[in-house]
C-alpha cells in the first residue's frame, strides 16, 4: 500500500495531522470517513498518483492525527474546524489551489471547506453522502435504523465513551459491517489499521465529538449558508452506492443541488464503501472528472 508515498506530520491550526504525499502533478487532497484513516484510499493510491500529486490526510482525531477537546459547543470538531486544519495543511504543502475526492465525514469536511475556502478548491468529488442538513431533516425509521451511530454518538459523554471504549474491536465490526454476520470489504491490513487507530488514546471521544458538532454547531453553520444563499462554485461529482442507504433515503443530486451550483453525479454499485468495494470503477470517475 502507498508504495509511492511518504509519511509527514504537520503542525497546523493548533493540530497535528498525520499525512502521506506521493505522485506528481496537479494537487489532490484525499480525506476519508468514519471510523477509517487515510489508509481507505490504498486501492487507488497509487493510480492517482501517477497523474497527480496526492495527499492523503487524517482528519483531526483520526488515525495519527491530534485529537484535541472539543469544547462545551463541541466547536473543535466543527467541519469549519476540520477543513481549516486541511486548507492550512495544504498550505504548508505548497499548495493553494487543489482537487478533492473525499468521503463520508472527509466529505462533510470538504463540503464546509468549499463553502469557507472557494478560491481553494478547483473541483471536488464527494462520496456517499447527502449534505448533513438534508439528512437531519429527511430522517426517517430506514435511515435511523441503518445510521443508528448518528444519534447514539451524540449523546452527552461520558456514556457512549465508555461504553465503546469497552469494545473498540465489536465497535468497528458493528461499525463497517456491510451484512448481519459483520462482513466487511476490507483489506486484513487495512481492517488492522482502522482497529490500531480506534484503539489510540481519545480516538473514541474524538469520534462522538466528530458527531455531537454535526449534530449541533455544524447545522447552525449550514443554516446559515441556506438563508444568504451562499453555495458551492465549485464543479462538484457526487457519488454514492446503489445498495446503500443514501440511495434507498435520499436523492442525492436533488440535495447537493440545493447547495452548490454546478453539480453531476451518479450510484455506482456497492454499498457505503466505494474505494474499497469498487475501486476500478471510482478510479475511473475520478480520473474522468479530474482530467
Known sequence: MFEQFQRGKCNVNDVTINYRKGGSGPPLLLLHGYPQTHVIWHEIADQLAERFTVVAADLRGYGDSSKPAGGPDHSGY???EMA???????????FERFDILAHDRGARVSHRLAMDHPHAV?????????????MYRQTDETFARAYWHWFFLIRPAPL?????????????????????????????AAYAEYLRCMKLPGTIHAFCEDYRASAGI????DRED???????????????????????????????????????GRA???????????PEELLEEVITFLR
Open 84 to 94: 481549516r486544519d486541511q486548507v492550512e495543511l495544504m498550505r504548508t504543502l505548497g
Open 218 to 221: 455544524d447545522l447552525e453553520h
Open 122 to 134: 478547483r473541483r471536488l468529488i464527494l462520496l456517499d453522502i447527502a449534505p448533513t442538513l438534508a
Open 160 to 188: 457512549p465513551e465508555t461504553l465503546l471504549e469497552a469494545a473498540p474491536e465489536l465497535v468497528l465490526r458493528s461499525a463497517v459491517a456491510t451484512s448481519a454476520d459483520h462482513v466487511h470489504p476490507f483489506a486484513d
Open 226 to 264: 441556506r438563508a444568504t444563499g451562499k453555495r458551492i462554485e465549485s464543479p462538484l461529482l457526487v457519488l454514492w452506492g446503489s445498495k446503500g442507504v443514501v440511495e434507498r433515503c435520499f436523492d442525492p443530486l436533488k440535495e447537493w443541488r440545493e447547495v452548490a451550483a454546478n453539480v453531476q
Open 268 to 278: 455506482l454499485p456497492a454499498g457505503h464503501y466505494l474505494p474499497e468495494e469498487v
Open 78 to 80: 466543527s467541519k469549519r
